[in-house]
């Protein structure tokens, strides 16, 4: 079985550009997380998908952070402008439903903003 | 409010037993997660407790302490691939909430 796959691995900005990232799911995972992980610190959940739709985005900086999950597959997270702070491992999970169940992590975006 | 807190990071012996802590403060409780993360790495997941006990999975194993709000990961028989994070983590309104995580050092 395929995991998380997110692209891409890698990517350095200067403030104020614009900067996307790219999450395939595991095939039949309903409910999809992005989460920004800074050095030293735990994953943050910036944004829940349930299939297409927003379950809880209460905590994405939504000035300057947006995603989609238009077909309820794959998702995308921009960043418009970005900031130095924002200079961290973008995370993006999949579960088969919400509760309770395990999480399965892609390999992370890590993101430079000079 | 929830609130997570681990130990910032520990060091072990190659061979020894580490318990790695965690308690928690969540509103309602739907179980406990431990992760493995290793640097530049995706967590993993390794543990799921929503009852009171040990659970034992080869070395590693989890208890959980739901009056207490407490829980430990016990790695036995330590070895120098176990050096990672340690992420606990506690499912609330349908969401992971993560500690900030341990970072674990096994030394030879």
């Known amino acids: 079985e395929a995991g998380v796959a997110q692209s891409p691995r890698y990517k350095i900005i200067e403030k104020r550009q614009s900067v996307a990232f790219w999450c395939n799911p595991i095939?039949?995972?309903?409910?999809l997380y992005w989460y920004q992980q800074i050095l030293g610190q735990g994953p943050k959940l910036l944004i829940q998908?349930?299939?297409?739709?927003?379950?809880?985005d209460s905590q994405l900086p939504k000035d300057r952070f947006s995603a989609e999950r238009l077909k309820g597959v794959d998702s995308t997270l921009k960043i418009q402008p970005a900031k130095l702070e924002d200079s961290a491992v973008y995370l993006c999970?999949?579960?088969?439903?919400?509760?309770?169940?395990?999480?399965?992590f892609g390999p992370g975006t890590r993101l430079t903003v000079l | 409010g929830q609130n997570i807190d681990q130990p910032t990071e520990m060091t072990a012996t190659e061979g020894a037993i580490v318990q790695i802590n965690c308690t928690y403060q969540?509103?309602?409780?739907?179980?406990l997660f431990w992760y493995q993360q290793h640097a530049g790495e995706a967590p993993t997941f390794l543990s799921y407790?929503?009852?009171?006990g040990l659970e034992e999975k080869g070395r590693f194993s989890s208890f959980l302490s739901r009056s207490k709000g407490y829980s430990y990961l016990l790695l036995k028989e330590l070895q120098m691939k176990d050096s990672a994070s340690y992420l606990c983590?506690?499912?609330?309104?349908?969401?992971?909430?993560f500690g900030q995580g341990t970072e674990l050092s096994v030394k030879p």
């Open positions: 999970a999949s579960s088969l439903a919400s509760t309770g169940n395990e999480q399965f």
């Open positions: 969540t509103s309602g409780f739907n179980g």
């Open positions: 095939s039949g995972h309903a409910t």
């Open positions: 983590a506690v499912p609330t309104g349908g969401k992971l909430i």
């Open positions: 407790n929503v009852l009171d």
């Open positions: 998908f349930q299939n297409n739709g927003v379950v809880d």
